[in-house]
């Protein structure tokens, strides 16, 4: 990255917000102390990267990481915001497991291959906006998303019926807890707890 990198992290201590295209070789972000924000594209590899406690928010783009190397991003301990874009990982299945992204509010998968989704409601504990587009192939949201007790909204535009079926039934669940504040767009529409009643309405 810009040579050896070495001139890029004396020039710019204290920036604050970063996008760039990684390449093969170290990328020593944890010596950008006040780094808040970072968009990352591309091939590179994780083992070759460095994170700051700083940063709040992260974006993926066109990175094809394997979803097993998540895990370096759940460790980030002020991370609040995740935008996972185009073929930022690549594979069918997400495990989430038990291991918290412990402060992230916000969660954003766009044209992913993912299929199968695996979650407990431990997995986001702040979690506040979960945003879902194109990811076509995606089967459902995990159920135990619903009972993630600070979240306020679900969007999608996914057209996959049983990624809408998912949402209603989350919604009904919450909606018969008690829970009337969970908000759910489909396609910019919003999903009222009358159509999530009923097996035969159909979704906007």
Known sequence: MFGDGVDFWKCFPSIKKLAI?????????ELLPYLESLKLREGFRINHIWFPAT?????????????SDISI????????????KKKAFEGTQWNAGEQQFRQ???LRLDNLNIQHWEA????????????????KYLQKIPLEIG??????LIE?????NSVVESIKRIQKEQYDEG??????????MELSTNVSEHEGSESE
Not at 21 to 29: A, I, L, Y
């Open 21 to 29: 295209t990684c390449r093969d070789g170290e990328n020593h972000f």
């Open 55 to 67: 940063l709040k928010k992260l974006t993926l783009l066109l990175c094809s990481l394997p979803w």
């Open 73 to 84: 991003f759940q460790s980030l301990p002020n991370l609040e915001v995740l935008k996972l």
């Open 104 to 106: 992230l509010k916000f």
């Open 120 to 135: 407990q409601t431990t997995s986001f504990p702040c979690l506040k906006l979960l945003s879902l587009w194109n990811c």
């Open 147 to 152: 009972e993630i007790t600070t979240l306020e």
């Open 156 to 160: 999608t535009n996914n057209i996959n």
């Open 179 to 188: 829970n009337t504040e969970l908000k759910i767009t489909v396609n910019g």
